[in-house]
């Protein structure tokens, strides 16, 4: 009776801790940002009819001709060879991950060995070449 009781206790303890630390890490993929780290603000993961949005092809920020999106393969945020893009396997100055409220969420790129680079970020830097490479 005892061994359950103190079971049950820290079963309890263990679901209120995780119901109390999950809020702060969770975000939704359109609350970020994508910064480069010059500072220039590179879009959003918002709907395709958001103007800041990466997935608006006609907007600043997700057409495939723009100076300031990293769809532009021929750009220095969207080339495969440039040190601030995602996209190249050896950038050390890859664009970084932000919520509103300026919290970090991870360096955005494929170099899964770069400073600050998390599981998630390092998945989305791959998705995000897919795509990139499919328009």
């Not at 050896?90 to 409220?101: K, N, S």
């Amino acid at each position: 009776m005892i061994l359950k009781k103190s079971f049950l206790r820290a079963f309890v303890g263990i679901v209120v801790l995780v119901f109390l630390i999950s809020p702060i890490y969770a975000v939704s993929l359109s609350e970020l940002r994508i910064i480069a780290s010059d500072g220039t603000f590179l879009g959003t993961f918002e709907n395709e009819y958001s103007q800041n949005s990466i997935y608006n092809i006609y907007g600043k920020y997700g057409s495939k001709y723009s100076s300031n999106c990293i769809l532009n393969k021929y750009d220095k945020y969207g080339d495969d060879y440039s040190n601030t893009s995602p996209f190249n396997k050896y950038a050390t100055a890859a664009p970084c991950l932000y919520d509103r409220q300026g919290n970090f969420y991870g360096t955005l790129t494929i170099n899964r060995y770069a400073t600050g680079v998390t599981q998630y970020s390092y998945n989305l830097a791959i998705q995000l070449k897919v795509y990139r490479d499919s328009l």
